[in-house]
Nanobody, 121 residues
Framework: QVQLVESGGGFVQAGGSLRLSCAAS????????MGWYRQTPGKQRELVAA???????NYADSVKGRFTISRDNAKNTVNLQMNSLKPEDTAVYYC???????????????WGQGTQVTVSS
């Protein structure tokens, strides 16, 4: 069984920083892309940042220059460094990864449980 466990959310004032971490564990054969999404009440979940297994990154326009995604392939972890946070960054942040489990013939999308990030003005 594969699972993603997130950590690092919390409460911060505008202009502050937070670092989110996500670790994939279980019977893992390979991981392709990993990323972070966020969701606020009444809105669709949106991509914040993604990183390929080779290190190519993609960011939402709203976070470019403020957020940095990174991963450690040896540890099956992905991190999101969030700087210059704004109140509009307030959301539940979800870790996502495309994982092929051992004995499985295809990749599947896995999600973490979500971690709350609240930015006060």
């Amino acid at each position: 069984q594969v699972q993603l466990v997130e950590s690092g959310g919390g409460f911060v004032q505008a202009g502050g920083s937070l670092r989110l971490s996500c670790a994939a564990s279980g019977s893992i054969f390979s991981i392709n892309a990993m990323g972070w999404y966020r969701q606020t009440p009444g809105k669709q979940r949106e991509l914040v940042a993604a990183i390929s297994s080779g290190g190519n990154t993609n960011y939402a326009d709203s976070v470019k220059g403020r957020f940095t995604i990174s991963r450690d392939n040896a540890k099956n972890t992905v991190n999101l460094q969030m700087n210059s946070l704004k109140p509009e960054d307030t959301a539940v942040y979800y870790c996502n990864a495309d994982i092929r489990g051992r004995g499985m013939g295809r990749f599947a999308a896995y999600w973490g449980q979500g971690t709350q990030v609240t930015v006060s003005s």
